[in-house]
């Protein structure tokens, strides 16, 4: 990555930040599961209030990143302790759902990636397996959710989960998993993608015939409209469905989403709203939204022509620089770093306890960002 001087000090001076964060946080968490902080501190365990979580897994993910760079043991300690926990549903398949990728990617699979765990290697392919099983031959995707009435519902989000099946295939050489998440992103890319380049969250097929029916309203204003974190997650799943297949469609579509999420977020001084297609009242954040498509944006630069990298990386750059300006806290007394993170536009299911407030994969990927930016890190996709 081109950097100038000025942006390689800011990253040094960040990356010096995260570890101070970081440090404290995890002498402070003992063996919580983080989601939201709440005047700055983590109340709730949620591997004790909600364990089969979608956000379970990222704490771990902060954690096997530090231990990487660090080599502290407290990091180990503590990453493996979420994946104990997270461990126990393996059993449980009826607990769990389409974002088992989110949790075991940064848990079991970090784990045999960083220290050659076998037992790692062992609980990661079991989660793939459970994720091929939501697997509709008839429509070919993968079922989002577990709600009744809803089993023909696919989301954008399952692009950045199929990740693992990418990951299970290249290590048991078996192309059942590749096969699946190709034929899901196939799927995905014809009837999610709008020509503008904006996705749809949610697109509903009949279950038993593979007929698309209609796009239901999910966490973005409303059905039409452009979801910005649903925006980020097609960046990001496509860019990465082009790193383990190199079919050029995955590359173009990255760079689709990319385009139209570069255009909305120039406009907000780089931060971007919940919704790019919302009414212009109330003025709602989703800082996670611009730092997942950050690193999407900084892995979708490996892979294009030398003279496309500026767009790409500069819009990454500003990205999480203008988040650091504007919402970011690194006093090491207080836990979370990126605030103003929101869960849905409306409050999912009346749920106003993740509006505008610290939520841990912000704080994921904007250090997988900085990271990236750095030349650091594990790659967990």
């Not at 089969?52 to 300690?77: C, H, M, R, S, V």
Request: glycine share 8%; charged share 20%; hydrophobic share 40%.
């Amino acid at each position: 990555m081109q950097l100038n001087e000025t942006d390689k000090q800011w990253l040094d001076e960040t990356w010096m930040k995260i570890q101070s964060k970081i440090s404290a946080e995890c002498d402070r968490m003992g063996d919580k599961i983080p989601y939201i902080a709440e005047n700055g501190i983590y109340k709730m365990d949620w591997g004790k209030v909600m364990l089969p979580f979608w956000t379970n897994g990222f704490w771990a993910g902060i954690l096997w990143q530090l231990y990487k760079e660090t080599g502290e043991d407290k990091y180990l300690k503590q990453a493996r302790s979420t994946s104990d926990k997270l461990n126990t549903l393996l059993i449980k398949a009826d607990e769990l759902h389409h974002d088992v990728g989110f949790m075991w990617l940064h848990t079991a699979v970090a784990d045999y990636r960083s220290t050659g765990s076998s037992d790692g290697r062992t609980l990661g392919l079991h989660a793939a397996n459970l994720l091929a099983g939501r697997y509709n031959p008839q429509g070919g995707y993968l079922c989002a959710w577990n709600f009744e009435g809803n089993e023909g519902w696919a989301i954008i989000d399952t692009m950045m989960n199929i990740n693992l099946l990418y990951w299970a295939s290249k290590e048991t050489k078996n192309p059942r998993f590749r096969q699946i998440a190709i034929r899901h992103a196939d799927k995905t890319l014809v009837n999610h993608f709008r020509p503008d380049g904006s996705v749809y969250h949610i697109a509903a097929y009949d279950p038993q015939t593979g007929e698309l029916n209609s796009f239901p309203p999910g966490q973005g204003y409303s059905s039409d409209s452009a979801w910005s974190r649903g925006q980020a997650w097609a960046l990001y799943g496509f860019a990465l469905s082009y790193r383990h297949t190199g079919d050029m469609k995955y590359l173009d579509a990255a760079k689709r989403a990319a385009h139209y999420f570069l255009a909305n977020v120039a406009q907000t001084d780089w931060v971007p709203l919940v919704d790019f297609r919302a009414p212009l009242e109330p003025v709602c954040w989703d800082t996670t939204a611009g730092v997942i498509a950050a690193a999407g944006l900084l892995e979708l630069a490996e892979y294009v022509h030398e003279l496309e990298k500026p767009l790409y990386v500069n819009g990454a750059v500003n990205i999480i620089k203008a988040t650091d300006r504007r919402f970011c806290n690194w006093d090491p007394a207080y836990d979370s770093i990126v605030a103003n993170g929101t869960g849905s536009y409306h409050g999912q299911g009346g749920r106003k306890f993740d509006y505008q407030m610290p939520i841990i994969y912000g704080d994921y990927f904007f250090i997988e960002a900085v990271l990236k930016l750095l030349g650091k890190g594990i790659f967990f996709w």
